[in-house]
T-cell receptor, first 109, second 116 residues
Framework: QKEVEQNSGPLSVPEGAIASLNCTYS??????FFWYRQYSGKSPELIMF????GDKEDGRFTAQLNKASQYVSLLIRDSQPSDSATYLC?????????FGSGTRLSIRP | ETGVTQTPRHLVMGMTNKKSLKCEQH?????MYWYKQSAKKPLELMFV???????ENNSVPSRFSPECPNSSHLFLHLHTLQPEDSALYLC???????????????FGEGSRLTVL
């Protein structure tokens, strides 16, 4: 079983709609959860992190965490073409960050 | 100037060559990392240095040899690599390893390695 699983996509969403990205993890002891965005040919950059069950909002981005079900999601409201990228879910485990393989998101005009 | 700088950006080498990747961070961080990114695979942590001491070696083959002479510089020495080692090698830094729970890794642009 992969430690952090994501649907590889591509996920295609029309401009202005809500994009929903999901991630599941295997280590129940994980405490911290992160979303990185990686544009094609660029390096990953941290966009959200969440520690507690529930929602965390930052502008158009909302991270949702459900520890009982071991999933974390990222919602992007009012999707823009500039949101087209690969989104990496990451989880802390044994003092190191473990990444999923990423979901490629494409926002179509 | 970017916070984490990697050179070279692209490298092609034969299996018998010896080369090195270089990473420099200008953020005042004291932890540095090497990650490997292959197509459709998760980022793989290779090595972690905290205060110039190697604190993680994630079962990486000995043909990869890291070096951290100070908290701002990190090298990855490569020798007798295999074609399957072709990948994007990313360097990252963080404020200190105790802050790793914030996930605030700052990545360089990566070195794209092709082994023929």
């Amino acid at each position: 079983q992969k430690e952090v699983e994501q649907n590889s996509g591509p996920l295609s969403v029309p401009e202005g709609a809500i994009a929903s990205l999901n991630c599941t993890y295997s280590d129940r002891g994980s405490q911290s959860f992160f979303w990185y965005r990686q544009y094609s040919g660029k390096s990953p950059e941290l966009i959200m992190f969440i520690y507690s069950n529930g929602d965390k909002e930052d502008g158009r981005f909302t991270a949702q965490l459900n520890k009982a079900s071991q999933y974390v999601s990222l919602l992007i409201r009012d999707s823009q073409p500039s949101d087209s990228a690969t989104y990496l879910c990451a989880v802390n485990g044994a003092s190191k960050i473990i990444f999923g393989s990423g979901t490629r998101l494409s926002i179509r005009p | 100037e970017t916070g984490v700088t990697q050179t070279p950006r692209h490298l092609v080498m034969g299996m018998t060559n010896k080369k090195s990747l270089k990473c420099e961070q200008h953020l005042g961080h004291n932890a540095m990392y090497w990650y490997k990114q292959s197509a459709k695979k998760p980022l793989e942590l290779m090595f972690v240095y905290s205060l110039e001491e190697r604190v993680e070696n994630n079962s990486v083959p000995s043909r990869f040899s890291p070096e951290c002479p100070n908290s701002s510089h990190l090298f990855l020495h490569l020798h007798t690599l295999q074609p399957e080692d072709s990948a994007l090698y990313l360097c990252a830094s963080s404020q200190d390893r105790g802050r790793i729970d914030t996930g605030e890794l700052f990545f360089g642009e990566g070195s794209r390695l092709t082994v023929l």
